[in-house]
């Protein structure tokens, strides 16, 4: 019971970090990036290829998860997804499924369409008893690091500079950029971080969900789970919304393994259709 | 007054009549469409038989042709016409296989009118999750929609055979004349016929008073709401309607290919059938026609080769369409005749 509780919040914690840079790009920029995953999945493969092929460790692997797929998310921000923000969100929605499409064809012919496995850390490897319950030490670390990462990203967000710009920005493009907030950059700022803590996540993810070239198609319907349910205008609602989301899953399936799928789909048409806004929202919509 | 208004009825009707005209480039289509029947029908010698390709461009057609009618013309945005396209599939094979190849049960036919009715049903129940919310919403909404109804196919194993699928599936023949034959011969035949009526059917909708409402509300639901179209009332109706057409596109795929699999209700299927209509172009009628010709040949082209490089090109293709072409390849066309003309009056 605890196990699974416990299991629930690592998983829940993961999508969060995960999704939370697709909930802050279509708040932003009304852009619907269903790519998101793919950006997730480059951060976890490098890892892989840096530890299996090169022998790095585990440890710098997540940072360079990080450098990488923030490098390739600015980089594609600033070629291709620049020609989308103003066309149809179906243009946006063909585009990115397009782009999905690609990075699951490029990784399945470079990697192989197999799971890909690697040896964590001996220190992060095995389990120990929290509470009475049988815990995995690399889950433990890996709610410590999305916690500090949530922590981190809400300091950010309340207290910084930039953050207050990026609150203008999501709450009224126009009259930010009326008041001289360079909301392109900041936008191009935010689509790289949120792409570089996906690609984080697409790291942590090897030793929790694995990852194979499927992964970005697999994984948008939990981001868009967590963006229905937890809205898009805060950061706090998309986190609780994962934390729900995870527990929910792990328990489903393990209590339940026939329905545990269905039950999560008919929630999220649920909260769609009774509170399209989000059950974290406060009231208002745009 | 009055009479003012009578005129202004008098154009528009005369409008929607002249719209309504077939024009020669349609009749070419359709006989090309019957020509191939004669090529690849292994009637000549030497060309290969590819009928069963053909009648699979056929059915794809149909189920681009039903998201047509929604995102065309009613500006519905939806990634969950497979969910139809799949219940549509699994009613005709349960039915002819139920039936065992006799009359009332296994006749194509009437499993196509069965089919269409219960996903037109469905469709209609559903259709009201559409109505709310924003784009995303409605993509979402959906998406979801679809996955339960696939996860449900993958789970209800005493029904749908699971993972496995129903295979065997043998309906009696077409209007009990024509069985279905070795090569498949009747079988395109039966599925060009009835894609010819729905499009037919498709083509009287969009060009009626009805069809111009839903223009209407796709350019702007407020002002149509303003005006007194009851914008509620018409997008249900569209929506369960291209539900019924999705639902015979899969009862033709799975009367055809004699099986029902959870693939043809899988999430590709509507991702598939969203991008044949945008690679034909959305709002002709005839995109998700020639898009799913496009599609499948090119599918069948480059996934011979090896299916990873069919998905990459598939997806390169579809980043290129958004970014440089507008309206696929009717819309190609339509601004290479115009600049055509232009270059003619000059």
Redesign the interface.
């Known amino acids: 019971m605890l196990t699974i509780l416990f299991d629930g919040v690592a998983y829940g914690m993961l999508l969060f970090v995960l999704g939370i840079g697709l909930c802050v790009t279509?708040g932003l920029m009304n852009f619907?990036n269903l790519a998101h995953g793919a950006f997730a999945m480059a951060g976890g493969y490098l890892t892989i290829v840096l530890m299996n092929r090169y022998g790095i460790s585990y440890y710098w692997g997540l940072p360079a998860a990080f450098v990488f797929s923030a490098a390739l998310g600015a980089i594609l921000e600033r070629t291709?997804y620049v020609?989308?923000y103003n066309?149809?969100?179906?243009?946006q929605?063909?585009?990115s499924?397009?782009?999905?499409?690609?990075?699951?064809?490029?990784v399945?012919?470079f990697m192989g369409a197999n799971q890909q496995t690697i040896n964590l850390p001996p220190a992060l490897d095995g389990r120990i008893n929290v509470l009475g319950a049988s815990v995995g030490i690399f889950r433990i670390f890996t709610i410590v690091i999305c916690g500090l990462l949530t922590i981190a990203l809400q300091f950010i967000i309340a207290k910084t500079r930039f953050g207050s710009r990026l609150r203008a920005a999501v709450d009224d493009g126009r009259v930010a950029r009326g008041l001289g907030i360079n909301v392109t950059t900041i936008f191009a700022l935010t689509f790289a971080f949120g792409s570089g803590l996906a690609g984080l996540g697409g790291a942590l993810s090897i030793g929790i969900i694995s990852i194979d070239p499927t992964f970005p198609?697999k994984y948008m319907?939990y981001f868009?789970i967590v963006i229905?349910v937890g809205g898009t205008t805060t950061i706090t609602g998309p986190f609780y919304a994962s934390l729900l989301l995870g527990v929910a899953d792990v328990a489903g399936k393990y209590y339940v393994p026939?329905?545990g799928?269905?039950i999560i789909?008919?929630i999220?048409?649920a909260v769609?259709?009774l509170r399209?806004q989000g059950l974290f929202t406060k009231g208002a919509t745009r | 007054m009055s009479g003012s208004h009578d005129k202004d009825l008098q154009s528009a009707s005369a409008r929607l009549l002249k719209q309504s005209h077939s024009r020669w480039y349609e009749w070419l289509f359709w006989a090309v469409a019957l020509s191939l029947f004669v090529i690849f029908g292994d009637f000549i010698p030497g060309v290969p038989t590819r009928l069963m390709l053909l009648t699979e461009i056929v059915t794809l057609a149909l189920l681009a042709l039903s998201i047509d009618l929604v995102l065309g013309f009613a500006g519905i945005v939806t990634l969950g016409q497979g969910a139809y396209f799949g219940l549509g599939a699994y009613v005709a094979a349960l039915l002819a296989k139920g039936g065992a190849g006799t009359f009332p049960m296994s006749d194509p036919v009437i499993g196509l009118l069965i089919a269409g009715l219960v996903t037109g049903v469905f469709g209609f129940v559903t259709s009201f999750l559409v109505l709310r919310g924003s784009d995303l919403t409605r993509l979402m909404v959906t998406l979801g929609v679809a996955l339960i109804l696939s996860e449900l196919a993958n789970q209800m194993r005493w029904l749908t055979g699971g993972a496995d699928g129903l295979n065997g599936v043998m309906p009696s023949a077409v209007l009990g004349i024509w069985e279905f034959d070795l090569w498949g011969r009747v079988a395109y035949l039966y599925s060009l016929a009835v894609l010819f009526i729905c499009f037919w059917l498709s083509r009287r909708i969009v060009n009626s008073p009805f069809g111009l409402s839903l223009k209407a509300i796709k350019n702007n639901p407020l002002r149509a709401r303003a005006i007194g179209v009851p914008v509620n009332a018409r997008l249900v109706a569209i929506y369960t309607i291209a539900a019924a057409l999705a639902g015979i596109a899969g009862a033709l795929l799975a009367q055809t290919t004699q099986s029902a699999s959870p693939d043809m209700i899988a999430f590709h299927r509507s991702a598939d059938g969203l991008l044949i209509l945008v690679f034909g172009g959305a709002g002709y009628l005839y995109g998700g026609l020639i898009g799913a010709a496009a599609f499948r040949v090119m599918q069948d082209v480059i996934g011979n080769i090896t299916l990873q490089y069919w998905q990459f090109w598939l997806g390169a293709v579809l980043v290129a369409l958004v970014i440089f072409v507008r309206n696929g390849i009717i819309g190609m066309m339509v601004a290479g005749w115009a600049r055509l003309r232009k270059g003619d009056g000059q």
Not at chain 1, 97 to 106: E, K, Q, T
């Open positions: 279509l619907i291709l020609h989308l066309k149809s969100h179906l243009d929605t063909l585009f499924i397009g782009l999905v499409f690609m990075s699951m064809a490029i399945d012919y198609l319907i868009l229905s026939e329905i799928g269905f789909y008919t999220m048409v769609l259709i399209p």
